[in-house]
């Protein structure tokens, strides 16, 4: 069965969320919410997230399933809250674990905060297959870009996570902690071994100047347009390409507190005594 698929793309973020269901009326997953959230102020907002739930109750739909492509380094996520309103199971892939050891060291987090991915409802095995509904969605281990990301697939739809991007913008960076450029060349052709005519769908869209955001592709466009994963790049000039690139990039603007709330499953960390979350900004470690 082929899903309905409703974007919400974040024009401050560049994330696209997605509604995945089989019906109105039926059963739903919300890929990848985004928590608003103002670095200047610290303050959260859930206008995005809202509008999930506006949607959701439009269609009258069941949530199943709140999934997470990675921990992001990009935005808050919005799962637990959503969790709260809607219900669902927030479910990412096991190798969580792994980004959580590297960041709970990182950040000096609490003690007692577990680093085998008990935050979430659900950790996903590649190839594991799993219900919305009268849709079947399987879990793809695509790393690489995290050693944990990965992409979620129904029927003829893949959300690909970051791994890769609209083919004129390319792929992820590699240079986060546990990245690597050629791991993330073997997981696209992972998915470069999907029929041609799969679509994928992007998390991200950082688009030129010359169009608008867009967040749909296929493999056959992928495989002979990307600029840097097309057919006729080998994995050592891919390395080169990607490693090139990451050595210019700045670190995203939220990676500091996305990540810290990302790895708790939306969660924000426990308040202090008087009454107040807060985060923290780890110096000369980046």
């Known amino acids: 069965m082929k899903p309905t698929i409703h974007p919400l793309y974040d024009a401050i973020t560049g994330t696209i969320t997605y509604i995945v269901f089989d019906a109105p009326g039926g059963h739903a997953a919300i890929i990848d919410p985004v928590l608003d959230y103002d ?39 919005a799962a637990r809250y959503l969790q709260t309103t809607l219900g669902g199971h927030i479910g990412i892939g096991e190798h969580v674990a792994q980004v959580q050891g590297v960041f709970k060291k990182m950040f000096n987090l609490e003690a007692d905060f577990a680093v085998d ?22 879990a793809l281990y695509v790393p690489g870009h995290t050693p944990a990301d990965i992409a979620y697939q129904f ?32 997981s696209v052709q992972k998915l470069f071994a999907l ?33 840097h994963l097309h057919d006729h790049i080998d994995q050592a000039e891919f390395v080169r390409i990607r ?18 709330v990302n790895i708790r499953a939306g969660d924000m960390p426990p308040a202090e005594n008087n009454g107040v979350s807060y985060l923290k900004i780890p110096l000369n470690l980046l």
């Open 117 to 138: 991915g008990s935050q979430f409802d659900h950790l996903f095995a590649d190839n594991e297959s799993f219900q919305v509904g009268q849709l079947t969605g399987r």
């Open 243 to 260: 490693q090139a690139r990451d050595a210019t990039l700045d670190m995203p603007v939220l990676i500091l507190p996305s990540v810290q």
């Open 39 to 77: 670095p200047k102020s610290g303050r959260t907002r859930t206008h995005l997230a809202n509008q999930v739930i506006d949607f959701v109750r439009q269609q009258q739909l069941t949530t199943d399933w709140i999934l997470e492509t990675h921990a992001h380094a990009d935005h808050l996520s």
């Open 155 to 186: 029927d003829d739809a893949v959300f690909v996570g970051d791994t890769l991007f609209m083919p004129d913008v390319g792929s992820a960076r590699c240079d986060f902690p546990g990245g690597d450029a050629a791991t993330l060349y073997q």
């Open 195 to 227: 029929p041609e005519t799969t679509r994928l769908f992007m998390c991200h869209d950082y688009p030129p100047s010359d169009r608008a955001p867009a967040w749909e592709t296929t493999v056959a466009e992928q495989r002979r347009k990307n600029i």
